[in-house]
């Protein structure tokens, strides 16, 4: 299978842990996503990679999450001391660069969701 | 700022009825416009995606999509639905001018009844 693979699919943990998932994208994607999809909602963005820089971060991405890509080719998705707000899916996402920077479709990995207890 | 608005939380109809989800955007440059498909405790998939050229664009599964720049919608059609549509779909746009991110409607829940 040479789609996005997420590890793991899913976490249940106790408040105040720190919980970690990892992010394998498509071999030649250049592009790496993770975004936060909540029970009822569409997938909301977290963070960007280009290659190994991260090169944006949304607001929702608190003091207590941090996102690394090594090497630019796998990810992972910290999130420290964490609390019952903290249960959601995750998705990663990656793309590859197109020419001219149109419009290139994410494909998304099948998601860790994570719960919080 | 873009935002992309699903106007139906869910949709119930028959098997073999036709279906439209309706998803409206709003932005002041040119957009790329997607839909996702979700089943439960999947990831997303894409159905199919606008970036420019013909206004009515056909995806995977049957379903097809049309831009309407004057009414800034994007509704997703199916002729006729089967059972195994019954699925969460995501209408979603791409800044052309910004950062990569994809900014996701709420989502329309699909039920196909038998």
């Known amino acids: 299978d040479t789609g996005v693979s997420q590890d793991p699919r899913h976490k249940i943990t106790k408040r105040g842990q720190n919980v970690t998932f990892r992010c394998d994208p498509i071999s030649e994607h250049n592009r790496l996503y993770w975004y936060r999809q909540t029970l009822g909602q569409g997938p909301e963005f977290l963070t960007y990679?280009?290659?190994?820089?991260?090169?944006?971060k949304s607001r929702l991405l608190s003091d207590r999450f941090s996102a690394e890509r090594p090497k630019g080719s796998f990810s992972t998705l910290e999130i420290q001391r964490t609390e019952q707000g903290d249960s959601a899916m995750y998705l990663c996402?990656?793309?590859?660069?197109?020419?001219?920077?149109?419009?290139?479709?994410?494909?998304f990995g099948p998601g860790t969701r994570l719960t919080v207890l | 700022a873009q935002s992309v608005t699903q106007l139906d939380s869910q949709v119930p109809v028959f098997e073999e009825a036709p279906v439209e989800l309706r998803c409206n955007y709003s932005?002041?440059?040119?957009?790329?416009l997607f839909w996702y498909v979700q089943y439960p405790n999947q990831g997303l998939q894409l159905l199919l995606k606008y970036l420019s050229g013909s206004t009515l664009v056909k995806g995977i599964n049957g379903f097809e999509a049309e831009f309407n720049k004057s009414q800034t919608s994007f509704h997703l059609r199916k002729p006729s639905v089967h059972i195994s549509d019954t699925a969460e779909y995501f209408c979603?746009?791409?800044?052309?001018?910004?950062?990569?991110?994809?900014?996701f409607g709420t989502g329309t829940k699909l039920q196909v009844i038998p």
């Open positions: 979603a746009g791409l800044n052309s001018g910004g950062y990569q991110k994809v900014t």
């Open positions: 996402a990656s793309s590859v660069t197109i020419a001219g920077g149109r419009g290139n479709e994410q494909f």
């Open positions: 932005s002041s440059v040119s957009v790329y």
């Open positions: 990679f280009q290659n190994e820089a991260q090169l944006e």
